[in-house]
């Protein structure tokens, strides 16, 4: 897996009213954490054969083989 930047960056919010939960536990600010969001793109890309690369949004593809996704222009992987 190569580093990803989020589109979005999320700010916790003030107050006890601000905590949410994700696939992975608690999380403050109630966004989306890094893990979340590339365990997401993975399995759209399982599920549906391609999806956008979180990375540089070029399409990325299912690898059968190895039940990773690969993106055909920056060479990110997701597995």
Request: aromatic residues 2%; contains cysteine; hydrophobic residues 35%.
């Amino acid at each position: 897996m190569t580093p990803a930047l989020l589109d979005k960056p999320t700010f916790p919010a003030a107050g006890p009213s601000a905590r949410s939960t994700d696939a992975v536990g608690p999380v403050q600010g109630g966004g989306v954490t890094l893990e979340g969001r590339l365990n997401s793109v993975l399995h759209e890309a399982r599920t549906n054969g391609s999806t956008d690369c979180p990375i540089c949004h070029a399409p990325m593809t299912r690898e059968a083989a190895t039940a990773s996704a690969a993106c055909g222009d920056c060479g990110s992987r997701l597995s």
